[in-house]
Protein backbone atom coordinates (compact mmCIF):
# COMPACT_ATOMS: atom_id res chain seq x y z
CA UNK A 1 0.00 0.00 0.00
CA UNK A 2 1.63 3.28 -1.26
CA UNK A 3 1.08 5.84 1.95
CA UNK A 4 2.31 9.90 2.58
CA UNK A 5 3.33 10.81 5.46
CA UNK A 6 3.25 14.60 5.90
CA UNK A 7 5.14 16.36 8.97
CA UNK A 8 6.83 19.30 10.25
CA UNK A 9 3.73 21.86 10.24
CA UNK A 10 3.02 24.17 13.03
CA UNK A 11 2.45 27.78 14.34
CA UNK A 12 4.85 30.47 13.26
CA UNK A 13 4.97 33.94 13.38
CA UNK A 14 4.16 36.00 10.04
CA UNK A 15 8.26 36.21 8.59
CA UNK A 16 9.28 32.79 9.55
CA UNK A 17 10.15 29.89 8.33
CA UNK A 18 9.07 25.82 8.35
CA UNK A 19 9.97 22.85 6.55
CA UNK A 20 7.34 20.51 5.83
CA UNK A 21 8.13 16.96 4.60
CA UNK A 22 6.62 14.52 2.93
CA UNK A 23 7.73 10.30 3.71
CA UNK A 24 6.89 8.31 0.59
CA UNK A 25 6.36 4.38 1.65
CA UNK A 26 5.02 1.61 -0.69
CA UNK A 27 6.99 1.69 -3.74
CA UNK A 28 10.08 3.67 -5.23
CA UNK A 29 8.87 6.89 -6.81
CA UNK A 30 12.11 8.10 -8.55
CA UNK A 31 10.31 9.01 -11.40
CA UNK A 32 6.65 10.37 -10.19
CA UNK A 33 5.85 13.77 -9.98
CA UNK A 34 5.59 15.11 -6.12
CA UNK A 35 3.84 17.93 -5.49
CA UNK A 36 2.56 20.13 -2.31
CA UNK A 37 -1.10 21.27 -2.39
CA UNK A 38 -2.84 23.62 0.67
CA UNK A 39 -6.12 24.13 2.15
CA UNK A 40 -7.67 26.93 3.67
CA UNK A 41 -11.01 26.86 5.69
CA UNK A 42 -13.60 27.51 3.62
CA UNK A 43 -11.41 27.38 0.34
CA UNK A 44 -11.02 24.99 -2.25
CA UNK A 45 -7.85 22.96 -2.30
CA UNK A 46 -5.34 24.85 -4.40
CA UNK A 47 -1.60 24.14 -6.55
CA UNK A 48 1.23 25.41 -4.35
CA UNK A 49 4.42 23.73 -5.72
CA UNK A 50 5.70 20.69 -8.00
CA UNK A 51 8.62 18.95 -8.92
CA UNK A 52 8.68 16.70 -11.91
CA UNK A 53 10.25 12.76 -11.86
CA UNK A 54 11.56 12.89 -15.20
CA UNK A 55 14.11 15.94 -14.62
CA UNK A 56 13.65 17.09 -11.36
CA UNK A 57 12.01 20.40 -12.72
CA UNK A 58 10.23 22.43 -10.77
CA UNK A 59 7.05 24.69 -10.69
CA UNK A 60 5.39 26.96 -8.43
CA UNK A 61 2.07 28.77 -7.66
CA UNK A 62 2.55 32.85 -8.48
CA UNK A 63 1.65 33.08 -4.25
CA UNK A 64 4.59 31.17 -3.34
CA UNK A 65 7.57 31.69 -5.69
CA UNK A 66 10.57 33.08 -4.45
CA UNK A 67 9.42 31.84 -1.03
CA UNK A 68 8.94 28.68 -1.48
CA UNK A 69 11.20 25.60 -2.53
CA UNK A 70 10.14 22.46 -3.09
CA UNK A 71 13.33 19.70 -3.33
CA UNK A 72 12.89 15.51 -2.88
CA UNK A 73 15.94 13.46 -1.24
CA UNK A 74 15.64 10.36 -3.49
CA UNK A 75 17.45 7.66 -1.40
CA UNK A 76 15.08 8.44 1.78
CA UNK A 77 12.06 8.65 -0.61
CA UNK A 78 11.48 12.77 0.89
CA UNK A 79 9.77 15.31 -0.89
CA UNK A 80 10.36 18.95 1.35
CA UNK A 81 9.10 22.13 1.32
CA UNK A 82 10.70 24.49 2.35
CA UNK A 83 8.76 27.73 3.36
CA UNK A 84 10.36 31.01 3.99
CA UNK A 85 8.90 34.81 4.42
CA UNK A 86 5.62 32.99 5.45
CA UNK A 87 2.47 35.23 5.76
CA UNK A 88 -0.76 34.72 7.25
CA UNK A 89 -2.30 34.15 4.05
CA UNK A 90 -0.45 31.08 3.80
CA UNK A 91 -2.36 29.34 6.31
CA UNK A 92 -3.73 25.73 5.75
CA UNK A 93 -3.72 22.42 5.59
CA UNK A 94 -1.09 21.61 3.86
CA UNK A 95 -1.02 17.98 0.82
CA UNK A 96 1.43 15.96 -0.35
CA UNK A 97 0.37 14.41 -3.47
CA UNK A 98 2.00 12.33 -6.06
CA UNK A 99 1.44 11.04 -9.51
CA UNK A 100 2.97 8.73 -11.87
CA UNK A 101 5.07 9.64 -14.83
CA UNK A 102 1.87 8.56 -17.06
CA UNK A 103 0.29 11.14 -16.32
CA UNK A 104 0.51 14.34 -18.23
CA UNK A 105 -1.88 16.84 -17.35
CA UNK A 106 -1.58 19.73 -15.80
CA UNK A 107 0.98 20.27 -12.46
CA UNK A 108 -1.50 22.37 -10.63
CA UNK A 109 -4.63 20.00 -11.42
CA UNK A 110 -5.59 18.04 -8.48
CA UNK A 111 -7.42 15.71 -10.37
CA UNK A 112 -4.03 14.09 -11.81
CA UNK A 113 -2.37 12.65 -8.89
CA UNK A 114 -3.49 9.46 -7.21
CA UNK A 115 -2.28 9.74 -3.77
CA UNK A 116 -2.00 11.78 -0.78
CA UNK A 117 -1.29 12.43 2.60
CA UNK A 118 -3.33 13.12 5.10
CA UNK A 119 -2.16 16.95 5.73
CA UNK A 120 0.28 19.20 8.05
CA UNK A 121 -1.80 22.02 9.67
CA UNK A 122 0.51 25.22 8.71
CA UNK A 123 -0.68 28.43 10.86
CA UNK A 124 1.54 31.86 10.30
CA UNK A 125 -0.07 34.55 13.07
CA UNK A 126 0.28 38.51 12.53
Known amino acids: QVQLVESGGGLVQAGGSLRLSCAVSGRTFSTYTMAWFRQAPGQEREFVAALRGSDYSTYYADSVKGRFTISRDTAKNTVYLQMNSLKPEDTAVYYC???????????????????WGQGTQVTVSS
Open 97 to 115: ASRPPSRLGSFDESLEYRY
